[in-house]
């Protein structure tokens, strides 16, 4: 056998302490979920479906993977080269379980597959059907083939366990469709977990830090793996999920700045929460002002202004985090502050902003919902938002951070709409690898010169030049893509 490679997907070696007890803790329920997979594999190999045996494997296998399911909010079961991962928590393998981990890697391999992803809401039929088919399957000439596979499982009515073939290439993730389909759960999952923890505090309930964590764990391991599909997401927003996806926005902006700056993963860890829970302090902030569709009063705008000190509080509520989680808390309570120290809250004495307080500010500067949800009259472009940023020092941003945020979102950030010099129009995709084109991103064309609607799936750099040397297409200025009727969001990934 050779010297197996961990796998680059998620790699868990180098996890942060903070992160090891839930490790544990998946560990031991992915080891019971993998027996009970055995076991219902086994029995059902052995007894026809009505016997006992196969009933209680089959409760068996249910319970587990349920119960997986709410304390992490995902259940993926992968295989990579000799190892089996469970929420890509590597199994460990010892000689007590070794026959139950061979049989499960080689059934799956056999299969041609490569994850089973379980989704919330699988029955218990589902997963008899699964384990059936697996069991039935024979790949014909022996070369796995999933098709005949997923064909079977979706006559069945199976729909809560998707199977995906092995990566070819494990770091091979790019642009693909499975890259940003990836990049879309981690997006939406840490919206729903910021929903359920904002809700939940609302009506007087602690909120669970593990499922934050793992939350955050997805988004780092995305920012440093699929940046451009994660990032593209973050302009498409909702009206009545604007909270919540802008914790997320802001926690993934700042991440992306943390990894330009060459923050470690650890440190990355603990950013990603302090900016996803940077607003925390805003679920003690009655509805009716969060929620206002006509300007503040004064008296309004001062309750806002108390949700840094408010986070601050709220963040020692927290259950479960192990420990208390003191940077998100500093970024909770600064990142309203300027550079300058001016903003809110007041400071009385001379302070240093931390680092992770000045990358949240930035981060949240960008994304700014304000903006967007008092209807203060027409909503500010992408672009413009990073040049009032980078040009008005009285915002107080750091310089720095805000030229890395360039750096992440080019000049044109994704989602802007574009009219170029071929009388095209075109959505921004994301920014130019090459640093020194920035003012040239790639882009989407959504309508062509002669004015007719594409479906935007070509990608096209604005950086390519003809047999001349000249450019093949420039931006001329940049427009509103409701002008055209054109929702940025249709193409933003
Ligand atoms: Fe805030």
């Known amino acids: 056998m050779t010297e197996p490679k961990v796998p680059a997907p998620k790699p868990r070696k180098s996890l942060a302490l903070a992160m090891e007890s839930s490790e544990g803790s998946i560990r031991e329920h992915g080891r019971d979920f993998l027996i009970a997979f055995y076991s219902a594999l086994r029995s059902l190999k052995l007894y026809p479906v009505e016997n006992d045996q196969v009933q209680r494997a089959l409760d068996s296998i249910f319970d587990t993977a349920r119960s997986l399911y709410e304390v992490e909010g995902a259940l993926e079961l992968r295989v ?32 041609g597959i490569g994850m089973v992803d379980v989704e919330e809401g699988v029955q218990r039929r589902e997963w008899q059907i699964f384990l059936s088919q697996l069991l039935a399957y024979a790949p014909s000439d022996g070369v796995p083939d999933l098709s005949g596979l997923w064909q079977r499982m979706a006559q069945g009515g199976i729909t809560h366990i998707l199977l995906k073939p092995p990566p070819e290439h494990d770091e091979a993730f790019g642009d693909s469709e499975e890259a940003k389909d990836v990049a879309k759960r981690a997006y939406e999952r840490s919206v729903a977990v910021t929903k359920e923890l904002i809700g939940g ?92 569709e006509v300007p503040l009063t004064e008296e309004q705008e001062e309750v806002v202004r108390t949700h840094p000190w408010q986070g601050v509080l709220a963040l020692f509520g927290l259950r479960g985090h192990g420990e208390i989680p003191y940077r998100a808390m500093v970024a909770s309570y600064e990142h309203h502050m300027k550079t300058d120290l001016s903003g809110f809250p007041k400071t009385i004495e001379p302070r240093q902003l931390s680092m992770f307080s000045k990358i949240v500010a930035v981060a949240n500067g960008y994304d700014t919902p304000p903006v967007r949800s008092f209807g203060k009259g027409v909503p500010v472009r992408p672009d413009e938002v990073l040049r009032e940023m980078r040009e008005n020092k009285d915002l107080g941003y750091d310089p720095i951070l805000v030229k890395a945020l360039i750096n992440l979102l080019g000049v044109y950030p994704v989602g802007t709409c574009v009219i170029l010099d071929t009388y095209e129009i075109a ?36 950086a390519s030049v003809d047999e001349t040397g000249n450019y093949r297409r420039s931006i001329i200025k940049v427009t509103e893509g409701l002008d055209y009727g054109i929702n940025m969001s249709d193409y933003s990934v």
Do not use: W
Request: glycine share 8%.
């Open 427 to 462: 959505v921004v995709h994301g920014a130019n690898p090459d640093l020194a084109q920035l003012h040239r991103p790639i882009v989407r064309i959504v309508v062509t010169a002669e004015g007719g609607r594409t479906d935007g799936s070509a990608l096209v750099d604005l």
């Open 80 to 111: 990579s080269h000799e190892f089996l991962y469970v929420n890509s928590v590597r199994l460990r393998l010892n000689l007590n379980n070794y026959a139950t981990f061979s049989h499960v890697l080689t059934t799956l391999r056999q299969c």
């Open 201 to 292: 505090v609302r009506m007087g309930r602690t909120a669970s830090a593990k499922k934050i964590k793992r939350a955050v764990q997805s988004i780092v391991d995305q920012v440093l793996r699929n940046e451009v599909s994660l990032v593209g997401l973050t302009v498409v927003r909702g009206y009545d999920e604007q909270i919540f996806t802008h914790s997320v926005n802001v926690c993934i902006f700042s991440v992306s700045i943390g990894k330009r700056i060459g923050l470690t993963k650890l440190q990355l860890y603990d950013l990603g929460m302090a900016g996803l829970l940077h607003d925390f302090g805003k679920s003690r902030i009655p509805l009716e002002i969060l929620n206002s």
